[in-house]
C-alpha cells in the first residue's frame, strides 16, 4: 500500500519560515520524481516545486529564491524549506510522486494535504 504523508504545516507571521516534510513508503522512492503542490481556497491546485529521481528541481516563479526542495531517499522523504513567507502562500500543500512506467504510463501517488497559513 502506497503511503505518503506530509508534516509539517502550521500558522507563521509573514516574513517566516516552515519547513513541511513528506514521508513516502510502499513505492521505491528514489525511482520517483517528487512535486509540491499548493491550493487555496477558491483557486486551482498550483504546482510550486518538483525534485526529479537525479535531483533536478524546478520552481514555480511565485517562490523561486524562497523555496527550496530537496530529498533524502535513505528517509524516502522529501522536503520543501520556505522562507520570507507571505499571506499568499497559504494553502494546503499536497506531495506527489510520479512516474512514468513502461506499460501502465503516468503513477501518481498524493498525499494528504498539510495546511499552512501566513498571517500579515
Known amino acids: 500500500q502506497v503511503q505518503l504523508v506530509e508534516s509539517g504545516g502550521g500558522l507563521v507571521q509573514s516574513g517566516g519560515s516552515l519547513r513541511l516534510s513528506c514521508v513516502a513508503s510502499g513505492i521505491i522512492f528514489s525511482t520517483y520524481d517528487i512535486e509540491w503542490y499548493r491550493q487555496a481556497p477558491g483557486k486551482q491546485r498550483e504546482l510550486v516545486a518538483t525534485i526529479t529521481s537525479g535531483g533536478s528541481t524546478n520552481y514555480a516563479d511565485s517562490v523561486k529564491g524562497r523555496f527550496t526542495i530537496s530529498r533524502d531517499n535513505a528517509r524516502n522523504t522529501v522536503y520543501l524549506q520556505m522562507n520570507s513567507l507571505k499571506p499568499d502562500d497559504t494553502a494546503v500543500y499536497y506531495c506527489?510522486?510520479?512516474?512514468?512506467?513502461?506499460?501502465?504510463?503516468?503513477?501518481?501517488?498524493w498525499g494528504q494535504g498539510t495546511q499552512v497559513t501566513v498571517s500579515s
Open positions: 506527489n510522486a510520479y512516474k512514468i512506467a513502461a506499460i501502465a504510463g503516468r503513477l501518481d501517488y
